[in-house]
């Protein structure tokens, strides 16, 4: 039987994936759910405008259009499966590219704009997977790398002043020479060596902290090897690689030393700090900050994900294309969307007075491929949660106080089409009696479909539902703390 439950209003949630929220039809969807909203510091606003010229009002404007787009992205590339073909944001809203009428329909009543394009996003993807199979055969120096371009529904493969050397590289590969464009670059990408999130450190070179993570932080991998120590910002022993992989990807990570305290903070280099909230992926076409210990705070756009950047001690692939800039000592410091944590400094060409393109490794990849858990506060500096949730689709951290209920995803709910499987698990911290619900919306309110309530902070459940809305409830019957809810959907 399900305890008596006081309703509270849901606190600042803190995400750490992407489940799709629901962006239907207007007159079957249930209200919107109280969530955190679209929010940056004042030094990225003024970075922001100063980097992508916008009004104050345009820079916050600018953050919260991003922020409903990449939502109504993420809900999109979900529900139309094979049909989706990339989304990005322009200056009118989201764009989303699909391969039929049908699908457009229903990017329409999502309230995004539609292309219907040739090509789907999984057949772009495996096209540049064949180039990337077939990297020993691109030049670095003529072949920067290649990349899926949404906006174009293409490969681009990028050439420095070789043409007919790209032209070879795409013929070598065997893939389908009408779905590829070579495009004139002068970019020339180097690893930034010279280099809290954004703080320098010190291993022979210098590079820049990414994010904190429980136990240390993440960082680029050309950084150091495993079992390279560092040094602190004032040259102090810090840690140790634990993990570190390049080429081919370019991330690591370093175990502090106990004097050393991750904190959920990035350098804003104004004298103060910007707050990791979480690390839902930002949409092409977002604006992006990142924070580096020679060139401080810059912005850009996202131009493009997933692409394959040709360096000369080897390919990378997996990252994320932008237009700010970068330069040496900036390697592995934090990019930001908000307050979403998006990525590590891996590289680029150009420099911050003639601008350049810069890429980065996503953060998301980084905690998975260790088991790590992105230090994060919704404003104060509350210990990470623990992390018994892994294995789901998306998972959220928050901090409760006793008699109060949260949401999941992200203040909201989420829309499934189809009937199928829900799982959700709440990891607490010892001490208290946290409960996990899951309720449908059943056209006039919510109504608890699956609940799970021992007495302990911890809980899961498995539910097969039908196609409808849903959210995921965390209630603190008894103490208060952090906490992390993982959700699988169908």
């Known amino acids: 039987m399900r305890r008596v439950l006081t309703l509270a209003a849901a606190a600042m949630l803190l995400p750490v994936g992407a489940i799709a929220v629901a962006v239907p039809p207007a007159a079957a969807a249930p209200p919107s759910a109280p969530g955190t909203g679209a929010a940056a510091s004042s030094e990225m606003l003024a970075a922001m405008q100063r980097d992508l010229r916008l009004s104050p009002t345009e820079a916050r404007d600018r953050i919260a259009r991003d922020d409903k787009g990449t939502r109504t992205d993420a809900s999109l590339r979900k529900s139309l499966g094979s049909s989706y073909a990339g989304g990005w944001m322009t200056t009118d809203g989201l764009v989303v590219a699909v391969t039929s009428k049908t699908a457009a329909n229903r990017v329409k009543a999502a309230g995004a704009r539609a292309t219907v394009v040739d090509r789907s996003g999984a057949e772009l993807d495996r096209i540049k997977a064949t180039l990337d199979r077939h990297a020993a055969h691109a030049p670095a120096g003529a072949v920067p790398g290649w990349y899926v371009d949404v906006t174009t529904n293409t490969v681009v493969v990028l050439a420095n002043g070789d043409a007919a050397a790209a032209a070879k590289f795409v013929r070598a590969s065997r893939v389908d020479a009408a779905a590829v464009r070579v495009v004139t670059t002068t970019e020339s990408p180097r690893l930034l060596y010279d280099v809290r999130g954004g703080d320098a450190y010190y291993m022979g070179g210098r590079c820049s902290v990414g994010f904190s993570v429980t136990g240390g932080f993440v960082t680029a991998g050309h950084c150091g090897r495993t079992g390279t120590a560092t040094q602190g910002y004032n040259q102090v022993a810090q840690g140790t690689f634990r993990g570190s992989s390049f080429p081919g990807n370019d991330y690591g990570w370093v175990q502090t030393n106990s004097n050393w ?35 401080g705070w810059r912005c850009g756009t996202i131009q493009a994900k997933n692409q394959t950047v040709n360096y000369a001690e080897g390919s990378v692939s997996g990252l994320t294309r932008t237009n700010a800039c970068a330069e040496p000592g900036d390697s592995g410091g934090s990019w930001l969307s908000g307050q979403q944590a998006q990525g590590v400094t891996s590289g680029g060409s150009g420099n911050c007075s003639s601008g350049g393109t810069t890429y980065f490794q996503p953060v998301n990849e980084i905690l998975s491929a260790y088991g790590l858990t992105l230090r994060t506060s919704g404003g104060g500096n509350e210990p990470p949660p623990t992390t018994g949730c892994s294995g789901y689709q998306a998972t959220y951290n928050g901090s409760i106080s006793s008699r109060q209920s949260q949401f999941h995803p992200n203040g909201s709910y989420y829309y499934s089409s189809t009937s199928g499987t829900h799982r959700g698990c709440l990891d607490g911290p010892n001490g208290v009696d946290f409960d996990l619900y899951l309720q449908k919306w059943n056209g006039s309110s919510w109504v608890d479909v699956a609940g799970s309530y021992s007495a302990g902070p911890d809980e899961s459940l498995t539910y097969n539902g039908t196609a409808g809305y849903y959210r995921f409830e965390v209630y603190a019957y008894s103490g208060s703390g952090s906490y992390s809810v993982g959700i699988t959907t169908p």
């Open 261 to 295: 305290t991750p904190q959920p903070w990035v350098n804003n280099y104004s004298g103060g700090n910007v707050t990791v909230a979480g690390s839902t992926e930002a949409a092409v076409g977002a604006a992006v900050c990142r924070s580096g210990s020679t060139t």
